[in-house]
């Protein structure tokens, strides 16, 4: 197979071509002619994010996160360019997390060495969330974290119109997988969560196993895997499927009981 190399991605290995380079046509010229063809379309696992959430939350609302995380391919590269300086890593981290969660400070962070492009991107992250959660006399309501990139992105809007007139245009393949341990405080137990769904279709997957069975803890793994870069316009009212979802468990929460309410 051919290997295809982009002599400007400084931050990618050999193996990592940019995702923007794929789908492009390009002239191979050999000894007995020249050819014009198409750069292949990844795989998801070749652009794919894998991250273990460990939640500890507080009656007042506030938690103490530790985030595992790997990635591949332009999610790689994104940290290898971010993050290169290591005197800069916690400024940068604490404002891509308070994006998310206000006030969030960053307790302990650790990368790989990011300056080898042939080594696995891995960070470890330890943070304080002092508003993950809103908490009122009765209960502690909070919604479901997302993966560190948001790479579930747009999706609910792709699928928001009833009808199109065009194929619907998704990106690159990709892959997140995302593990997420909720712990709760003492005396306080789970009152309502989002329930399990697999959704598998021929352009994408999404699932969601919720596992309530150890007392005091609540353990989500979401699954959103994206096959295909098109839906075509034939398929189009069984990717909305799939998107109404995706875009639902966004609106859903996790709430918990406190001690003595009823």
Known sequence: PELYLDGTASFHSVDELPSMDRGAQVLIVRDDGKLVQQIPWNKPEDLSVDEKWDIALAADGSAEITIQLKARGDFAVYLRRNYELAAQRQTLLEKTLGRKFAGARVVSQEFSDLSNLDENVTMEIRFTAPTFANSSPEEITFSLVDDFFGSVGNLGILGALEKRETDVVLGNPRSSRLKAIYRFPPGIKLKSTPE???????????????????????????????????????????????????????????????????
């Open 196 to 262: 399990s769904r697999d959704i598998d279709t021929r352009f994408g997957r999404f699932r969601l196993g919720v596992d309530p069975k150890v007392k005091g803890v609540l353990t989500l793994e979401r699954l959103f895997e994206m096959k295909k870069n098109r839906v075509p316009l034939a398929e189009y009212q069984e990717f909305r499927k799939l998107s109404a979802s995706v875009d639902q468990l966004g609106n859903e929460k996790i709430v918990l009981q406190k001690k003595g309410a009823k």
